[in-house]
């Protein structure tokens, strides 16, 4: 197997080395935009059976996965499937990765919640808007803008998701009812009425915890399929593997064996998930307006309605998406191209919205499966949707029985992996600054995520245009004055670089100051201009300024500025020396070959 | 009279070396907050002649100015008076510069006329709310923020601002009336009525304009007084100075005599300033809600009203009086305290809105000529003061007859030194990216003055940012592979350099690759995390990765991280020793008393 796999990378990998390729209809780059074109051709037969094994494993996943999600989002559970496998077949074309699995997603879902008010009609507008985003970012090679987004932003948002996601369910999970869904409220009322918990759903909900925990604990623990193995030993192995693999269909099918128990019996003690709309989705545009029984919502206020919705969930895909397909590309040693990453996403959420997708996104949990199950190319998303397609067609009138609290132990056996209550010790250890971003990005997330991300990374920005305009600067006082920034110089920094210059001339008894630009590798106008106030500023005070170490780019600058006084040395030593011993000769060492008119424009007073 | 100034510099200026004082009540404290008990003491009789004289000349400048300014505003003409006195009084207790004058300017007054819609009650209450956000700004100390407005924005700026304000007297100077105020109307209807131009007013126009024109010139050639002058030469280098210095007043003087003259006559070629309201403004609270005849504007309305100019009048007007500020310590050798000149003007503004002032800011034109007129302290100011108030008391009647034309002569000729053409050129030879701010910030603010400075302020930071997060980085292919990148690491730069070392690493043939941190000075944990990332990657791919040249700190927070495979040396010989002489030892030179506890968490594979 592992062999197999190697092969592709090497041959047909969807990625191998199209980085650099940039004509828009070489073969190249068609393979690059359709990276299917390089695998299919060299398809096998071994890679058909791992691919089917794998998109069945992850089928069987998605598919209660996909349920439970829709109940987090807010939406009827028919629109989990729905959005379940769009993704498989557009990946299948466009994917730069062999494992990533697009899909509903929890965290994307709660997002849908917030900015859909439990409405199909917005969600489903809202994932074409999205896929149109997306889309444009990926044309516009916009995907630089999640550089943006700091590490210590994305742990605040995800952490704080993973609660509220973890929390939401709780009222699911003990068959609470009538809880209201904004987070602290829902939080108070949990509370409230803890008395009112049904044991039936309790039970059954925390039975399908420790049965999902057990066997997820025993699917790392199985050992990797070895031709040497007896056969009796690879069946079992093979059912073992199978089973916690499964486990989420497993453990959801035993409570719906259990409910429908109950009901032939005609006493039912858990909250089922009830009605489930039959069939495939209808093929249609997504509805640009929306019809109640009152009124007519236009298009126009549709997208005033979900607001901030319309930047949160596009980006947050992406960032999802992204993130997934490096991390995997990562372990399983291939590259991806993020921006075709991008393009494969935005596709995916704009056909997604004609057959009633929600906003989707690349799956972590899921794609690990994949992974896991040892998928050879995008190919295993083909049996994972063909698997969700056909659930839609013949086992609705089953998912009637699937109790609510059994979902809520999915999701949250899904989610608690998610919290990483580490990152707060590890900021603390490596640098206390970044926790700035992440608890502001936590804190205002249970607030409003859009809120929470947009003060998370402002934060994060004016962390770095501090440093850029508050430069380090080391200061040594010896026979000249020494200034040297410890970093580059931009347009904020020249005042106080300035203010430091003076004051520090002005208290060292060395007429002379020396500033090492060592670090600078370019500047600005105004700091051009600076610098040109600071030589007059200390030729006033009697204090000769000269500039040591420039990179080429701003001498050439400063030259081409023509600073009256403007002195530089290839050397500190130099420097000290023409300052010292003989002040009569000129600057050593001037740079002759690059602007050689100004040489003998130095101060000569 | 240069020996008297420099002495005041030496012995009691007000800003000689307060800056290291931090407690809030100490005596040097107090003097900090109050200047002038730093100077006071040490008055003289000569100091007093000095102050008398510039105050004088100053006034004499500021009394037509303020009456120009007053229609840039489209205020009435008293209230330029009325803004022209307190900005005196409080410098004289807090300014730290004796060549700073406060008072109505140019600029000011344009964006006063944006904002307040030509109606005063909205000009006074904005002259108090910009002197309460200055000086919560100085109390903050906020005035840091000054910094991101980058030079081409300020040029930008009022280049722009020079143009509008020069097309806008166009239509006083030929005399054409029932002009629109907003500037490409306005352009475009002056040019309309071009056929409309008044014969008198466009001749007084223009003979004022060159009246002042060629005093001004013969200003710049008034020989500096001296002992030895035989008396008569004195005399009349006197009398040049004094017409020259009074120019404005003069040449105003003569238009509105000439008027007065026709007036006599009965018959008048010139539209004249007309009734300015009487005697000194009425001390009272600034008008907190507006009623006219149809209506009550509340506060809340009001502010609504003025928007974005909240924002742009209290932020334009510390700019401008910091530069002025700034710009003459600079020439006349004494330091300002930039948080000191915050309070003084938003104090002034703040006091002035009690007395029917609008905003007001640093005149660079009047400051220049309390400069050239020799002035020693801030008492100079005490002297414009007076005079203004005793033109509003005694002088208004008189007002009525100046001519409209002759006032914008006076404009005109005020603000033409502010245009810089050649700022254009020299961004093209200095640095041609700083043009994109400056072009944007001068197009837009033709149509919206805040848009043009906020979106020239936002391409400065973006292109600041870019070069932030896309690092120049050297990359030198010998025995193994050098890469440097040419300035700080910060989060935004971690995901391409990771993308770049990986493309680098696997291009050559070098199985090592060395990361030179010179000019990294420190690092956050989005980027730390992208090296270990980056690390790991290199490791799957038989790449090793090995750091040189790091700062303490930076080394430090990579130690404390703990990454796995992290190694470093001092230098790059030493890297390059243990690469491949002796791939057995270990690594040299680590800082041993740093963390000594990780000296042994080497990767060993």
Redesign the interface.
Known sequence: MPTSRKALGQAGSPSSSM?TDTCCCSPASLQRRLPILAWLPHYSAQWLKMDFIAGLSVGLTVIPQALAYAEVAGLPPQYGLYSAFMGCFVYFFLGTSRDVTLGPTAIMSLLVSFYTFHEPAYAVLLAFLSGCIQLVMGLLRLG?LL??V???VIKGFTSAATITIGCGQIKNLLGLQNIPRQFFLQVYHTFLHIGETRLGDAVLGLVCMVLLLVLKLLRDHVPPAHPEMPPGVRLSRGLVWTATTARNALVVSFAALIAYSFEVTGYQPFILTGETAEGLPPVRTPPFSLTTANETVSFTEMVQNMGAGLAVVPLMGLLESIAVAKAFA?QN?Y?IDANQELLAIGLTNVLGSLVSSYPVTGSFGRTAVNAQSGVCTPAGGLVTGVLVLLSLDYLTSLFYYIPKSALAAVIIMAVAPLFEAKIFR??W???R??LLPLCVTFLLCFWEVQYGILAGTLV??F???Y???R??TQVSEGPVLVLQP???L???????LREMV??QALKAPARCAVLEC?????????V??GLG?LL??LH??GVNLVFVGL?VPVLR?LL??DLKGFQYFSSLEEAEKYVHQDPGTQPYNICEDLVPEHKVALLKD
Chains 1, 2 share one sequence.
């Not at 931009?490 to 106080?496: D, R, S």
């Not at 060592?518 to 105004?526: K, L, M, N, Q, R």
């Open positions: 980085a630089f550089d943006f700091s590490c210590p990562s040693n590259r590890t900021l250890r490596v640098k600054l970044d994060s920005v962390i770095l245009l440093s850029v305009a430069p380090k410890a970093s580059g931009h347009f904020p920094a020249i005042e106080a003076l004051n060592t670090h600078v590798s370019s500047i600005d106008y105004t051009v201009l106030e007059e500023d006033r005070q990179q600058t081409a500025a």
